[in-house]
């Protein structure tokens, strides 16, 4: 037994530094010259030295495209469609795709090497994402383990996004900067500051390093990304589900709902697991008093023995949006959250007759 787990160990060795020595001799010995990128039937077109990925010869001509794990292949967020050039699908791309983005062409641009010319299509406002210097001006604590951040642009000075999007913060880590995505917390109409809560996890580079940012110091980050669209008839009521740093772009969206729209229903459900998590409630509560559509609730998930004061709900939030949740036609729903949370709101919402284009999501 002990022998067999041995050849496993030592073939399994062989195998992993055979690889390490093929990808080492690949990047010394083979010379892909210099290989064109031509983006949407040429509205755009690169000359790149070859042998690096599409996601950084993207980045490094300034077209920034969601890459939420920073081009490690464990996100599936920097899809791109090949039109020519560029290979076969790798296994490692494969989970992160439906058989019609198979059959469409769609690929991880960090997985695909730039070794020939290649061509792809990628959504036009992509086109418009730009890169951002900012000053911190203010941070301040949430939680135990959430700050918020408040960042002034410096240049560009403005930022345009809608409600729920997200930046790509740069952070340094002992490889090179990395990229993350933070929800942006202000309001639409606040255009030039942005503002993010963010979750320290422990032994993570990009947390870590936010949290450790002070008044004056300058961050480097792209923008904005993401699907959710709010849909601007003020009849569709709103419904957010969040738990954690998930409420950044939740009160995105309720703050830019009630600039706009005084009357407009909205209904925020928080999910927590102690009174320790709670934060923005008195914010609510005063919203709430100025707006009577605008309703909140925030649920424990496992209350402590000193949280026997707390008179609102228990138990996981998906169940107070079970009970909660009024029958609407024209609605929304926008969930941010841990997958299992995402998860389990989803199935509610399914069984309440919501359709798929009505229900957006970021799992984080
Ligand atoms: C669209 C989108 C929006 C997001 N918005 C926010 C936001 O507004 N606020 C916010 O705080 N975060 C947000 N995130 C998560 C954020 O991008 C990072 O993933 C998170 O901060 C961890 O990054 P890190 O560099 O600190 O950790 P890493 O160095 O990437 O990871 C360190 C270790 O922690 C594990 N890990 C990574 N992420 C988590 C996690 N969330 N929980 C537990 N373990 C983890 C990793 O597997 C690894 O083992 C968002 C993510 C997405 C995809
Ligand atoms: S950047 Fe995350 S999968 Fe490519």
Not at 94 to 120: D, F, H, W
Request: with cysteine; proline share 6%.
């Amino acid at each position: 037994m002990v022998i067999s787990l041995l050849a496993v160990a030592v073939t399994v060795g062989i195998f992993l530094g055979l690889t390490v020595m093929l990808l080492a001799a690949e990047k010394r010995l083979v010379d892909y010259g210099i290989c064109t990128l031509s983006i949407n039937e040429g509205s755009v077109v690169f000359e790149q030295l070859g042998g690096i990925t599409l996601l950084s010869t993207l980045y490094e001509n300034k077209v920034f495209i969601p890459s939420a794990c920073g081009g490690k292949g464990s996100c599936g967020y920097c899809k791109i469609t090949l039109i020519s050039g560029g290979g076969p699908i790798l296994p490692t791309e494969t989970p992160y795709m439906t058989r019609t983005e198979i059959k469409s062409g769609v690929r991880l641009a960090c997985q695909v090497k730039l070794k020939e010319n290649v061509e792809i299509r990628i959504p036009e406002e992509l086109l418009e994402v730009k890169e951002y210097k900012s000053v911190v001006s203010l941070v301040r604590d949430l939680t135990y383990d959430i700050k918020e951040l408040n960042f002034d642009l410096i240049s560009p000075e403005e930022i345009k996004h809608r409600p729920g999007q997200y930046v790509q913060i740069m952070a340094p880590s002992p490889d090179g900067h990395v990229f993350r995505a933070y929800s942006i917390s202000s309001p639409v109409y606040e255009k030039n500051k942005v503002q993010l809560m963010v979750r320290l996890v422990p032994g993570g580079i990009a947390s870590t390093y936010l949290h450790g940012l002070k008044e004056g110091d300058e961050v480097i980050f792209t923008g904005p990304f993401g699907e959710f669209k709010l849909n601007e008839d003020p009849e569709a009521n709103v419904v957010l589900v969040g738990g954690g740093a998930g409420m950044a772009p939740m009160a995105n969206i309720i703050y830019t709902i009630y600039h706009q729209w005084p009357d407009r229903k909205c209904h925020l459900f928080f999910g927590c697991r102690t009174t320790k998590d709670i934060f923005y409630f008195e914010n609510f509560e005063t919203l709430s008093k100025k707006h009577p559509n605008f309703k909140f609730t925030y649920a424990l998930s496992d209350p402590l023995s000193e949280d026997e004061k707390w008179d609102g709900d228990t138990g996981f939030i998906h169940l107070s949006l079970d009970k909660l949740l009024p029958v609407t036609h024209k609605r929304q729903a926008f969930l941010c959250g841990p997958p299992p949370m995402i998860e389990a709101v989803i199935e509610i919402l399914k069984d309440k007759k919501y359709r798929d284009e009505e229900i957006f999501y970021d799992k984080f």
